[in-house]
């Protein structure tokens, strides 16, 4: 054994497992995706667990941060995949239940009322299995098989299987704050809906009603009486399209509107957020959202113009965070006029035919104040070519942004007007915006293009008027890989200076661009890639960082090798942190 891997082995377990953690830098999943992301990468702790015996041992608990309670004992598609879901037997063998964070309960709803899941939740290892610091917990809910005994829908029995399991589930991880609740029951006819509906609802109640923490509810694809579901005080909700309960999910949502943070909407039904805030039979004034932060509706039908609605007063004062993924015109722009001078973050999924109703409207202009954050998507497929409507498209991030925005995501579908992009971002907007123009330059530190074919030259130009850009994201289907600077060929050394010396003429160029990301894609150029992300750190003194999303084993060791070919590249790659643990 070489000397390095004899101290590795040699580290004490606290410290082995420190190092492991650190590299690895896990981060939160996002508690409100509909299909909620697994918080450990497993190709991170390979090398860790590879490296030896006692390496292995000590690094094993830490694969068990995401616990999984399921029928399915065996797990073998999880071994597959790139992520590690414990089963509860895997962590007790190996003591990770401290480590373990998250817990996943991917279970049939019919494994609960026959009371095959509780009976194993009493037996060992899941008796003696508590989990004290799981703070979240998602069940995704499904219908799984019919039971064997045709008679058990009509007894007392799956009633108390199901309390039995809530309070199991309370005892196995006794300190979860949120929960997150996705159901994917349907029924094959009425009659099955009317016998098995019940049972799902009565498991989201008494898993509100025991879970004292529990502040967020989902419900996705489910059909289900609602009339259990009392008032709550939930923090956040999302509803995914379930028409048959769709009354009960709004009576959910008003009952809650002192509360709610987040709300989170998908829909056909373009009138839904009228009929969240239009005033109840027999009352007066509109329902006021007094502490709700984020809202996301997406809906891909238009709105009927007959169907607008102009409140009384502002229906979310407190609104924050928008995202509008809905064809013009929308059912809500009039709900949310008031806030257009408060919003810190908006997002917006347009089609072209939307552009000019809008610029009429005055909705894409800079009224943004308080902006920090927008992110805009323009489907364009099958449109035209239209230079002037390609030069409207491409100055709407620039107006729209103001001194406050701090990052920008432009993402045009399939394609884009890159000359007229990269002269919007070059010059202030007209009219009456243009004494502001270059604030939000100046303020700029995050980029995410999307769908813009950039050669290495226009990248320089893009950062050259981005004196505070930080991050660069790129989208690695679209680069235009320069094949006449690369090193291996006679010119290209040439080029390369003369590159630098134009980069150098720019006014504050790149002073502190230090991430430059390669989003996710299928492009299979790595060595072109590498080419590009190296000329870079020759370019921009203080990149420090060049990261592919999906593809960074391939794209490091391209990288590697281009630098111990060309004394140039190794000159610069030496402070170029490719391998990106984030």
């Known amino acids: 054994m070489?000397?390095?891997?004899?101290?590795?082995?040699?580290?004490?377990?606290?410290?082995?497992?420190?190092?492991?953690?650190?590299?690895?830098?896990?981060?939160?999943?996002?508690?409100?995706?509909?299909?909620?992301?697994?918080?450990?990468?497993?190709?991170?702790?390979?090398?860790?667990?590879?490296?030896?015996?006692?390496?292995?041992?000590?690094?094993?608990?830490?694969?068990c941060q995401d616990v999984s309670l399921t029928m399915d004992y065996k797990m073998q598609a999880i071994e597959q995949s790139h992520y590690w879901l414990a089963t509860i037997p895997v962590i007790a063998s190996c003591h990770g239940q401290q480590y373990s964070r998250y817990a996943h309960l991917q279970v049939p709803l019919m494994s609960i009322v026959d009371g095959k899941l509780p009976e194993a939740m009493q037996s060992a290892p899941y008796s003696t299995s508590v989990f004290p610091r799981v703070s979240v917990i998602w069940l995704k809910l499904s219908k799984g098989p019919k039971p064997q005994r045709s008679d058990l829908l009509g007894e007392d029995s799956g009633r108390q299987n199901i309390l039995l399991f809530t309070k199991l589930v309370r005892k196995m991880f006794p300190n979860a704050q949120m929960c997150s609740i996705t159901s994917s029951v349907a029924f094959e006819s009425p009659d099955e809906e009317h016998k098995v509906g019940p049972y799902a609802t009565l498991l989201f109640h008494e898993l509100m009603r025991t879970m004292a923490g529990i502040k967020y509810f989902a419900a996705s694809s489910h059909s289900f009486n609602g009339t259990m579901l009392q008032p709550a005080s939930l923090s956040s909700i999302t509803y995914v399209e379930c028409p048959s309960s769709l009354p009960y999910f709004i009576e959910l949502i008003r009952s809650s509107h002192r509360s709610l943070r987040s709300l989170y909407l998908e829909s056909t039904s373009a009138d839904l957020p009228l009929r969240l805030v239009r005033p109840a039979r027999n009352t007066s004034g509109d329902v006021q959202y007094s502490q709700l932060e984020t809202l996301s509706i997406e809906c891909s039908e238009p709105?009927?113009?007959?169907?607008?609605?102009?409140?009384?007063?502002?229906?979310?004062?407190?609104?924050?965070?928008?995202?509008?993924?809905?064809?013009?015109?929308?059912?809500?722009?009039?709900?949310?006029?008031?806030?257009?001078k408060t919003l810190q973050q908006l997002s917006m999924h347009l089609q072209v035919q939307d552009i000019l109703p809008l610029l009429r409207l005055g909705i894409l202009a800079k009224q943004f104040t308080q902006m920090e954050h927008l992110q805009l998507q323009i489907f364009m497929r099958d449109y035209p070519f239209d230079k002037q409507m390609g030069s409207l498209i491409a100055r709407i991030p620039w107006q729209m942004a103001s001194s406050t925005t701090q990052s920008i995501h432009v993402q045009f579908d399939t394609f884009c007007y890159k000359d007229a992009l990269l002269s919007a971002l070059s010059s202030p907007p007209l009219g009456a915006m243009q004494h502001q123009g270059p604030l939000c330059h100046k303020a700029l530190e995050f980029l995410q293009l999307g769908a813009v074919p950039l050669q290495i030259r226009q990248v320089l130009q893009v950062v050259?008027?981005?004196?505070?850009?930080?991050q660069l994201n790129i989208d690695p289907e679209s680069i235009d890989f320069d094949r006449d600077i690369r090193l291996q060929d006679t010119a290209g050394p040439s080029q390369l200076r003369r590159l630098q010396a134009e980069a150098q003429r720019l006014p504050q160029f790149a002073g502190r661009l230090r991430t430059v990301v390669f989003g996710s894609g299928a492009f299979t150029d790595m060595l072109g890639a590498a080419h590009f992300a190296l000329q870079l750190a020759i370019l921009?003194?203080?990149?420090?960082?060049?990261?592919?999303?999906?593809?960074?084993?391939?794209?490091?060791?391209?990288?590697?090798?281009?630098?111990?070919?060309?004394?140039?590249?190794?000159?610069?790659?030496?402070?170029?942190?490719?391998?990106?643990?984030?």
């Open 2 to 63: 070489d000397p390095a891997r004899q101290t590795l082995q040699n580290l004490p377990k606290h410290l082995v497992q420190k190092i492991a953690c650190k590299a690895t830098n896990w981060a939160p999943p996002d508690i409100y995706a509909s299909l909620p992301s697994i918080g450990n990468p497993i190709w991170k702790m390979q090398k860790y667990v590879s490296i030896c015996r006692s390496w292995r041992t000590n690094c094993m608990p830490l694969y």
């Open 303 to 340: 709105a009927q113009v007959s169907a607008k609605y102009a409140p009384s007063s502002a229906v979310f004062p407190g609104l924050k965070q928008l995202a509008l993924h809905q064809p013009y015109p929308f059912t809500n722009d009039a709900l949310f006029r008031d806030n257009l």
């Open 464 to 470: 050259g008027h981005l004196p505070r850009l930080v």
């Open 540 to 582: 921009c003194p203080r990149i420090e960082r060049v990261c592919w999303k999906t593809h960074s084993a391939f794209f490091i060791d391209n990288c590697q090798q281009l630098a111990d070919e060309h004394a140039l590249y190794k000159q610069h790659s030496s402070r170029l942190h490719a391998v990106d643990w984030k």
